[in-house]
């Protein structure tokens, strides 16, 4: 009897306490569980995720070995019924375990696809692709909005540089305007002076320099309007189909007597037939121009310059390539960049647009141009698209 109200009167202040806890609404958050969970919390929270991972794991296999044990147990004493109640609240406590582990690891398994798929986008070049961060909890949460943050400091670093870009090409042009007006007076006045017949020897060496350099800085100028022009992509093309192996003919003819005056050799190897493309005449003429003077500035003397073209399944490749007269001391990639030249070549005249302008306008039209460098073979590729010949109906 004296038990009876011992444990009556312990559950009955444990009931009036829960009453009173829960009207205060503080029933979860003064519970010994919710102090566990904390603590649990505050140890999880520097850990690594392989260390949580683990001790998740050992609480699941704990937790099942335990409802397992008192399965077992209430199984043996069967016969009473406080077993068969603890037997079969234990079952569900363990199934509803197991499918919220389950569902768990379900949702996480999505969410990391979610991450997997906004890495592989910003990584193919979507810098403006933003996360759902809806679905998302957790550490999968927080690696969300640092993959957000990275892909919006992408997109806007894209976007300064594209501005960057088209700034500097505007304020190239306008400065080469600007240049050209009093180039042009000069140049005008220079020849006028070389009219006048000036008396004396050294006063017409001055004035061949001043011409000279005059006409090399209206080339400069020239030169940086096209450069700018052809890297903002502002040129007009006309595309027309062309014979590519004609244009190669003629442009071997053009400089054919110029390579000879440094001793340099053409060797062609171009096939019979004609080999169609689509591209706009000028400005193929323009990068073939510039990578045959390419050779005839910087080829050692003396030496072979090969061209070639090549039909590589749908493409076709023309293909030039001589000895450099000093060692190259600058990557491939670099030449392309506008006003590169190496230490070879400081004391020839150019400007160092001329590889940078031919790639743009190769680019253009629908192109690749590649600079390959071995030791002191220079090599530039150039290639197209082949144009499929009609079929008569």
């Known amino acids: 009897m004296l038990r009876a109200v011992i444990i009556y009167g312990c559950c009955m202040t444990g009931a009036f306490s829960m009453l009173r806890r829960y009207k205060s609404r503080q029933l979860w958050t003064n519970s010994m569980l919710h102090h566990v969970q904390e603590n649990l919390n505050l140890y999880f929270a520097d850990r690594t995720y392989s260390r949580r991972l683990s001790c998740l794991f050992l609480a699941f296999i704990a937790a099942q070995l335990l409802g397992t044990g008192i399965l077992f147990v209430c199984i043996y004493f069967r016969a009473h019924t406080a077993a068969q109640v603890i037997g079969i609240l234990s079952f569900l406590l363990l199934v509803i375990l197991d499918y919220q582990t389950f569902h768990r690891l379900f949702l996480q398994s999505r969410q990391e696809d979610q991450i997997a798929d906004a890495i592989e986008k910003i990584a193919g070049g979507d810098t403006s692709y933003q996360m759902n961060l809806a679905g998302l909890d957790g550490k999968e949460l927080k690696i969300g909005n640092m993959i957000n943050s990275i892909g919006t400091g992408l997109e806007r670093a894209l976007q300064e540089q594209v501005k960057s870009e088209r700034l500097k090409a505007d304020l190239i042009t306008n400065v080469s305007h600007d240049i050209k007006t009093p180039l042009t007076s000069i140049i005008n006045y220079v020849d006028l002076l070389k009219r006048e017949q000036i008396p004396g020897e050294r006063a017409q060496e001055y004035l061949k320099v001043l011409d000279q350099k005059s006409q090399r800085l209206k080339n400069l100028t020239e030169d940086l309007v096209e450069a700018s022009k052809a890297s903002s992509g502002n040129v007009k093309l006309e595309m027309t189909t062309l014979d590519i192996v004609e244009m190669i003919w003629q442009t071997n003819g053009e400089f054919e007597e110029k390579f000879a005056t440094r001793n340099l050799e053409l060797v062609s190897t171009l096939p019979e037939s004609s080999i169609l493309i689509e591209a706009d005449g000028r400005h193929l003429w323009r990068v073939l121009e510039n990578v ?85 073979l220079f090599k530039v590729r150039v290639g197209f698209p082949v144009k499929k010949a009609e079929q008569p109906a």
Do not use: C
């Open 292 to 376: 045959y003077n390419n050779a005839f500035k910087y080829a050692m003397e003396h030496t072979r310059v090969y061209t070639d073209l090549e039909q590589k399944d749908d493409k076709v490749y023309f293909t030039i390539k001589n000895i450099s007269a000093n060692p190259l001391n600058v990557q491939g990639e670099e030449l392309t960049e506008r006003f590169v030249r190496g230490d070879v070549s400081r004391t020839t005249e150019g400007s160092g647009l001329g590889l940078s302008i031919a790639q743009s306008l190769t680019k253009l039209q629908g192109g690749t141009f590649e600079i390959l460098i071995d030791g002191d």
